[in-house]
């Protein structure tokens, strides 16, 4: 990581000019993983990688530089650029810099980073050995396991000064039954910001089981109908839909340019009043948390929306200007080669006061969702497409036939409102989200809730 | 860091990992330099400028091959590389035996395309078009509310190997991109969202007049979209969509996943697998390409071939290590992703047929034109080929484009599409893919399910 005086020197040549904010972003990335198909090690890297992004503000006009070479006349020459190609009114300040503020968002006991990777190959060989002798139609297993740790510093001309460390685990299992010429899977991936005892204690075999177990479930089941139906989405992953149909669209990368939805709707009530929902950085070791943002903010627990009233948005420090706010604590980039932007954290909707039970007996048609894809949103249209893995139908209050092969779509700011029953089996899912500063690591959740009606996406009439 | 620095750094490095005690073993150096600028409200919003480089190593030690990358060049890096690597190669216990190669004939392989046409692009010029282009998208219709994306963006790099069995492959390649996406307010207060791209090596080449009619065409044609009945429709695949369809499914054409039971054309080269108006091939050297490749990531020479060849299986996609478990030669489809190395697709180029996409409108008769297709990353089973997609487009009526359609989805599987189309355009696109680009035209499909709003 840099010095002091090497940083103020970058951003003294970055305010050079007409710039009214600077701010310096270094960061090193370990990583490490393996991967197995059917027994068999495949797969095993290791990367070290580090790069230094500058970005330069004058009011909404931003300019952002970056290199992977972190030396100090290069770095000058990129903000002597950036500096030049800003368009502000009037030169800024610099403040003081202060005090070194070191974070982390997690308790860990074993530092992945320091895990053979031998161990962690018996570790999924435990899966492989599993699933291969679990049953006829279980024909590939594939293992992955992935441990980075990445120190972020960030330093501004207002005197920020940030250092935050984030250790995750990834791990992943997917399991392939096969039956005549039909393939399905089966998969769990958890992630975490905890130790390596995470996995340590991670109950492989049971959750290999429930992969192998989906995988054949689906490989026999039929295609899903088409048509729009009620909809129960099970607790966890469920909560994708939550994230495509809403999160996105309270970001400031949308509402910040009225490209959103839910622009101007503070106050209003824009879902069903069953649900509220939170997006809480500051979860202890779950996989989308962080103690301190790209920004150098701290990170935060945010309500979004109280009984379907519309309480908050994600916002970062551009967003904030063009929204006349101030940031929430929530930029987030996926590494130096992005500007940071709003983006979601720990996003779910919160625990409400039905049993699941009760509502599948509540329910007399529909579609029951136990395993959730990814999805996608236009947030300006409102148009969220997402794929479901594992389904059954409900017929007469009581789960029936598996079907496979469905996509639920519609429009975010409807399905919100058709929320009408919200389960008290709250629970959170590791993921991948992927937008304008790249892809960074999210938690979805939510417990069992039930939409009344919509758009089933699948083959049978 | 310049390319000379880093090839010296390489050889030593080269020199070192044979010391080290790997078997053989090759360094690869990717640099790029990028530059893009974003527009928004009448101003350059944005500008983005950088150079960054990743060195990965990789060393053969008892048939297992280990990787290491790092941005860092400097001696301490090599204890890394070197360290790490022999660690990979240690716990892996991959059955089939993999390759660092060099043909005797090709030992030094050189192609430089960067253009002099790359220096035409700065901050003025893309600042100047990209305002320039705004104004005319909303002057476009007085329904456009805002352009949202607007971003011009342009990169270049070299690519190196060297190794110890005496590979010394350079190739550099460079680009430029526009892409604009704007919103517009349909007459019931509805919102609407379209954009456009555009690639190219020459800022000149651009044609704004063309970009427009057809940006035009894509947003305005939504005005007035609704969902329609679900049922069974003929289905006439628009050029762009075809091309996301078609490369969502892909892996199933090279060989490691076929290989590994993860593709139906697994030991189904040969067979009939499309309908015989249907051909694919690759052209690494396609004249209408921006990007040529005459040889792969692995040193070995590039060819022209059929992969679907009026509907038959002709050939997988090969590198050096499936096309020997296969016994046969590689293909040329060696291609680095990240720092480990895999088949990948250069140029592929659907044969046209001899129809408009007007023509293939009017076969169809009754029907449905999809235009976009959303949720490709999920919505789809890539190996079972089982795909349910939203998506938009148009009705097909007394065989004409009708009205607009929006909130469906179509279900379907890859492999029926494939034996059902009925027509091939002759409206070919070309979008960037794998290490090249796809060229394609519309296709008509005899039958696939949509699921609307039945109360349409």
Known sequence: MFNDSDVQRIL??????????????????????????????????????????????????????????????????????????????????????????????????????????????????????????????????????????????????????????????????ETIATKDNEKQSGRVAPGTMRGYEFINEYPIIDKTKEACDTAIRMVNAGYAPSAKMPVILCNGFGGVIFHEACGHALEATAVGIKASYFNDKLGEQIASSVVSARDNARIDGEWGSYATDDEGNTSSDLLLI???????????????????????????????????????????????????????????????????????????????????????????????????????????QEILKNIDMVGNDLELAAGMCGSVSGGVPVTVGQPTIRVSSILVGGRES | MDIKTAERFMEKLVKAGMEYGFEECEASFAQNGSMSIDILKGEVSSYENSATSTLSFRGLKNGQMGYCSTNILDDSSIDFLLKSAMENCEVMNDKDPQFIYCDENNKDLYFSQITDAYAKNTYKSFSELGLKLEKAILALDSRIDAVDNLSIACSRGPFLIINSKGLHSYRDTDGMSIYAGARATDSDGSVKTGGHYWIGNDIDSFDMDKFLARFKEILIGKMGAKSCKSGQYKTVIKSEAFQQFFMAFFSNFLATPMQRGLSLLADREGEVIASDIFTVREEPMYDKALTKIPFDDEGVLTTDKAIIDKGVFATALYDLRSAYKAGKKSTGNGFRGGSSVSEGPTNLIVEPGNKSFDELCQEAGEGIILTDLSGLHAGLNAISGDFSLL??????????????????????????????????????????????????????????????????
């Open chain 1, 12 to 173: 003294e040549q970055a305010m050079s000019t007409t710039a009214d904010f600077a701010e310096v972003f270094q960061e090193v990335t370990e990583s490490k993983s393996v991967g197995l198909l059917n027994g068999e090690v495949i797969r095993a890297s290791t990367g070290f990688d580090s790069g230094t992004g500058i970005r330069l503000l004058a009011g909404t006009n931003s300019v952002y530089v970056y290199s992977s070479d972190n030396d100090i006349e290069v770095l000058l020459k990129l903000a002597k650029e950036a500096a030049a190609a800003i368009k502000g009114n009037e030169k800024g300040k610099i403040e003081a810099l202060k005090e070194l503020c070191s974070t982390t968002k997690a308790t860990v006991q074993i530092d992945p980073m320091t895990v053979a990777k031998s161990d962690m190959v018996d570790f999924l060989r435990k899966s492989s050995d599993f699933a291969l002798n679990y049953d006829p139609l279980i024909t590939q297993v594939a293992g992955g396991l992935a441990s980075t740790c990445r120190t972020a510093r960030v330093i501004n001309t207002r005197g920020v000064n940030t250092e935050d460390t984030t250790r995750r685990i990834r791990l992943s299992v």
């Open chain 1, 306 to 412: 109280e009984n379907g009233i519309l309480k908050n948005y994600l916002v970062d420090e551009l967003g904030a200007r063009r929204m006349n706010c101030k940031p929430t604590g929530c930029a987030r980039r996926q590494d130096y080669s992005y500007a940071p932007t709003s983006r979601m954290s720990n996003t779910y909707i919160c625990k409400g006061e039905s049993d699941p039970k009760d509502i599948i007996a509540a329910t007399e048609y529909g579609l029951y969702c136990t395993n959730m894809g990814g999805g996608s949103v236009d947030t300006s249209t409102g148009d969220f497409n997402f794929a479901v893995n594992e389904a059954y139908m409900i017929r007469n209050g009581k789960i029936a036939e598996p079907v496979r092969g469905a996509t639920l779509i519609g429009k975010g």
């Open chain 2, 391 to 456: 998506c938009e487009g148009y009705l097909i009526e007394n065989g004409k484009q009708g009205r607009p359609v929006e909130q469906i989805t179509v279900a379907g599987n890859f492999y029926e599409v494939l034996k059902a189309i009925e027509a091939v355009g002759n409206d070919i696109i070309n979008l960037p893919s794998g290490e090249g680009e796809f060229f394609t035209p519309s296709v008509l499909v005899s039958s696939l399910a949509i699921s609307g709003d039945d109360e349409e």
